[in-house]
């Protein structure tokens, strides 16, 4: 237990479903990621959330859609996903401005897009 | 762009014997993290490093920052078959707060 939580742990979509997952950390960090895992690629960084502020969009797609209401909560929303989305999705966060800052990982959700 | 190769890519072990691995890169990096991940998990964090030449350790898992700053290496000790997963590097250069990730290394552990 990380102190990070993803749901659901699994989930299949067709192409033309809308879709969100969830994640929640327990931690009172203040920075908050999203990282896509596929097979035999280094993890992805999709977005990053700074106090709530966007402050990166990793070139990715606006099929995928963020949000983040809260410092403890961040949303990834779906729509009209490609099969090559399917993979691990990762939710982690860290406590940025301190003097060491490490990212803590949710357990993610495997997405299968059919 | 800043690329880690993390080598081996894959290894299998007696239980008890020594592991080693390590992560290179040709950018400096100012921190240095090893996390295990297991099939259907997220990566748990292992060890953090955040100064060069810096030598931590986490009960059978010892990990270095190189003096150079490019490169980090990661020794499990007497392994056992629960060191079964995949080990990844990342690095982060200071202020970036983005992390690049190795590929990983696949360790499986023969009883």
């Known amino acids: 237990e990380t102190g990070v939580t993803q749901t659901p742990r699994h989930l299949v979509m067709g192409m033309t479903n809308k879709k969100s997952l969830k994640c929640e950390q327990h931690?009172?960090?203040?920075?908050m990621y999203w990282y896509k895992q596929s097979a035999k690629k280094p993890l992805e960084l999709m977005f990053v959330?700074?106090?709530?502020?966007?402050?990166e969009n990793n070139s990715v797609p606006s099929r995928f859609s963020p949000e983040c209401p809260n410092s403890s909560h961040l949303f990834l929303h779906l729509h009209t996903l490609q099969p090559e989305d399917s993979a691990l999705y990762l939710c982690?966060?860290?406590?940025?401005?301190?003097?060491?800052?490490?990212?803590?990982f949710g357990p993610g959700t495997r997405l299968l897009v059919l | 762009g800043q690329q880690l190769n993390q080598s081996p890519q894959s290894m299998f072990i007696q239980e008890g014997e020594d592991v080693s691995m390590n992560c290179t890169s040709s950018s400096i990096f100012n921190t240095w993290l090893w996390y295990k991940q297991d099939p259907g998990e997220g990566p748990v964090l292992l060890i953090a490093l955040y100064k060069a030449g810096e030598l931590t350790s986490n009960g059978r898992l010892t990990a270095q920052f190189g003096i150079t700053r490019k490169d980090s290496f990661l020794n499990i000790s007497a392994s056992i078959p629960s060191d079964v997963g995949i080990y990844f590097c990342a690095g982060e250069t200071s202020g970036t707060y983005k992390y690049i990730f190795g590929t990983g290394t696949r360790l499986k552990v023969l009883a």
């Open positions: 982690a966060s860290s406590q940025k401005g301190g003097a060491t800052e490490t990212q803590y």
């Open positions: 959330y700074n106090f709530k502020e966007q402050t």
């Open positions: 931690l009172g960090h203040n920075a």
